[in-house]
């Protein structure tokens, strides 16, 4: 079955440290992986994407994001973070076409720690 | 500006009083759909529609209807709302694999 899993509901960290958002996933042909955020009140903004190429994507404010496919994840990382990454994250999982369904993970919130 | 937008933001109602949720894109894009959001759930897709006249049901679709006469246009209907209907109503729309969301409603029913 298909699936996304965020293990961890909130994470609390301090201004300026590094930070990793887990994210595994099931899903049975090659992935398409998104990494979305919310802001309080807000929408959901996509973060970034992985389809093919360099299992190491950029996106935008700085986070990254690395696919592995050996172990199922797609992990988010950012190595400073500031007060305005106070927010929730969600994980996606699809198969990268208009005719294929999105899965998203349960969030993870993330609190900053002045 | 490229957007999709919904309206209302928020709306409270009471069980069994029909309401219509609009929501609009002005990307072009074929394929829609509507999410719910709820505590600790992640989202939910509700139904969606990959182009005018052809809608299908998502994960949840029990007590929502859809309609697609526009392309730009994805209202969500409820006929006849209950209490476990309220929550974030997320529309958005899709191209090559990335879904653009609107700002949410918040729907309360009592």
């Known amino acids: 079955a298909q699936s996304v899993t965020q293990p961890d509901i909130h994470i609390t960290v301090s201004e300026g440290a590094s930070l990793e958002l887990r994210c595994n996933y099931s899903y049975g042909a090659t992935p398409y992986l998104f990494w979305y955020v919310q802001s309080p009140g807000q929408g959901l903004q996509l973060l970034l994407k992985y389809f093919s190429g360099d299992t190491l994507v950029q996106g935008i404010k700085g986070f990254e994001a690395e696919f592995k496919r050996s172990q199922s994840s797609f992990n988010l990382r950012k190595p400073s973070v500031h007060w305005s990454d106070a927010a929730e994250y969600f994980c996606a999982v699809g198969g990268g076409s208009s005719a294929s369904k999105i899965i998203f993970g349960s969030g993870t919130r993330l609190s900053i720690r002045p | ?110």
């Open chain 2, 1 to 110: 500006e490229a957007q999709v937008t919904q309206n209302p933001r928020y709306l409270i109602t009471v069980t069994g009083k029909k309401l219509t949720v609009t929501c609009s894109q002005n990307m072009n894009h074929e394929y829609m759909s509507w999410y719910r959001q709820d505590p600790g759930l992640g989202l939910r897709q509700i139904y969606y529609s990959m182009n005018v006249e052809v809608t299908d049901k998502g994960d949840v679709p029990e007590g929502y209807k859809v309609s697609r006469k526009e392309k730009r246009n994805f209202p969500l209907i409820l006929e006849s709302p209950s209490p476990n209907q309220t929550s974030l109503y997320f529309c958005a729309s899709e191209w090559g694999g990335t879904q653009y969301f609107g700002p949410g409603t918040r729907l309360t029913v009592l």
